[in-house]
C-alpha cells in the first residue's frame, strides 16, 4: 500500500471514529484540508434563500472571515449560484463553473477573497434541499496557482465517507432529540415510562417514573449513580425480561406494588418493545416499563377539570368522586359535607361543565381521563 492510500484510509477511520468524538473529527478535518494542500477548510451548513448559517465547522479558519462572508459577500459571490448547478458530491473548482477572465473582474476576488489571500476554492455540495444546503470548501493561498486537477483526486475518495459520517451524526443526534422530547413530554404526565434491557437495568427512565419508584421504596441507587430496583421486586422484573414471549406479547406483564394500607397500590406494567437482531454481537432485547399511579391520575384529572373548567379544587374533587361510582350520601361522608353542601356544589359544577344530569356529567369526566386509562 502506497503512502496515499495509507492517507486516506487514515483520514477514513477518522470520519468515522470521529462521529462520537469531537477531536477525531478536527483532525479529520485537518488531514482532509492538508492532503488537498489547502490553507483553511469551511464545512458549513445554511439556508440557499435567506443564506442563514445553521451550523458549521471550520479548520484553520477565522470564523469572523466566513462569518462576513455570509452576512455581506455571498449574494455578490458569482461561484455561489454557479456551483448549485453542479452535481452533489462532485468536487469543483472555480474554472469548472465561471469564466477566470469574469472572476478577476470581481469585486468579491480584488476586495475580499485576495486581500484576505484565500482567492482559490475547491468545494463540493454535500446536501442540497430547498431548506438547507451543507457544502465542504477547501481554500488556498493568494500566492499560488489555482486548486488543480490532482488536487481533486487527492480529497475526490474521501468526499462518500464524508457524506455517510455525516449522515450517522444528524441520526445520532436525532434519536438524541426524540429521547428527550419523550422523557420531557412524559414527566408530568400521571403515570412514569422507563426503557429497561434483559437484565432488567435502567436505559432511560422518565421524572415521574423515578420520583413514584422512591416514593414505594422500590429504587435504590447503585455505586456509580446508577438506579436499580430493589429486591425482590429487581428478581421479579429480571424473571419477566428473561421470560420466553408468546406470539410476540408477554402473557403476564403486570406486577402490583403494595405503598401501605392508606394508600392505592401502584401498577408496573411490562411490554416489549422487540429485538435488535442485525448486530455483530448478539441480540439486544428493550423493554417499555409503565409505572401507573391512581394518586398521580387523580391529580391530573382534578388539574384538567380546574384548567378547562375553571372547577375550584372542591368542586372537581366531588365531581371525581362521582365519577368513580359513589352517591352523594357518600360523596358528602368521604368529604365530611353535609348532603345539601354536596347538592349545591353538583349544581354549580353541572352550570361550569354545560351538563344537566349526573349521566352527562360522568361522561364528560370519563372523556378527559380516556387517555389515562
Request: charged residues 25%.
Amino acid at each position: 500500500m502506497g503512502n496515499m492510500d495509507r492517507a486516506l484510509n487514515d483520514i477514513i477511520e477518522d470520519l468515522y471514529a470521529g462521529i462520537l468524538d469531537d477531536a477525531v473529527w478536527d483532525r479529520a478535518m485537518r488531514a482532509v484540508r492538508c492532503q488537498a494542500s489547502g490553507t483553511g477548510l469551511s464545512l458549513v451548513s445554511i439556508d440557499p434563500r435567506s443564506r442563514e448559517v445553521y451550523r458549521q465547522r471550520l479548520e484553520n479558519f477565522n470564523p469572523a472571515v466566513i462569518d462576513h462572508y455570509h452576512d455581506h459577500w455571498i449574494l455578490k459571490d458569482p461561484r455561489f449560484s454557479a456551483s448549485l448547478r453542479t452535481d452533489l458530491g462532485s468536487i469543483f473548482v472555480e474554472q469548472d463553473i465561471l469564466s477566470m477572465r469574469e472572476f478577476k473582474r470581481s469585486e468579491i476576488y480584488n476586495d475580499h477573497l485576495t486581500p484576505l489571500g484565500i482567492p482559490w476554492f475547491m468545494a463540493t455540495w454535500l446536501h442540497r434541499s430547498e431548506h438547507r444546503c451543507t457544502y465542504l470548501s477547501i481554500h488556498g493561498r493568494s500566492g499560488e496557482a489555482p486548486f488543480q486537477e490532482r488536487d481533486r483526486a487527492r480529497i475526490e475518495p474521501l468526499i462518500p465517507h464524508l457524506r455517510r459520517a455525516l449522515e450517522i451524526q444528524d441520526r445520532i443526534q436525532q434519536s438524541k432529540l426524540d429521547t428527550n422530547h419523550v422523557l420531557r413530554a412524559a414527566a408530568d404526565a400521571p403515570f412514569g415510562i422507563a426503557i429497561l434491557n434483559a437484565a432488567a437495568e435502567f436505559i432511560e427512565m422518565s421524572d415521574a417514573a423515578a420520583a413514584m419508584l422512591m416514593d414505594a421504596g422500590v429504587l435504590i441507587t447503585q455505586a456509580g449513580g446508577r438506579p436499580a430496583f430493589h429486591e425482590p421486586l429487581n428478581s421479579r422484573v429480571r424473571g419477566l425480561t428473561r421470560s420466553s414471549l408468546r406470539d410476540g406479547t408477554l402473557e403476564d406483564g403486570r406486577i402490583t406494588v403494595e405503598r401501605g394500607p392508606e394508600r392505592p397500590s401502584l401498577s408496573l406494567v411490562l411490554a416489549p418493545t422487540g429485538s435488535v437482531d442485525d448486530t455483530w454481537f448478539g441480540q439486544h432485547s428493550r423493554w417499555l416499563l409503565l409505572i401507573l399511579d391512581p394518586e398521580r391520575q387523580r391529580s391530573a384529572l382534578e388539574d384538567g377539570l380546574r384548567q378547562r373548567f375553571g372547577l375550584t379544587q372542591r368542586e372537581s374533587e366531588i365531581a371525581i368522586l362521582l365519577a368513580s361510582g359513589l352517591v352523594v350520601k357518600d360523596v358528602a361522608r368521604h368529604c365530611h359535607l353535609s348532603e345539601y353542601t354536596v347538592r349545591a356544589h353538583l349544581k354549580t359544577i353541572f352550570r361550569k361543565l354545560d351538563v344537566h344530569d349526573q349521566a352527562a356529567l360522568l361522561r364528560t369526566i370519563h372523556n378527559l381521563n380516556s387517555w389515562f386509562s
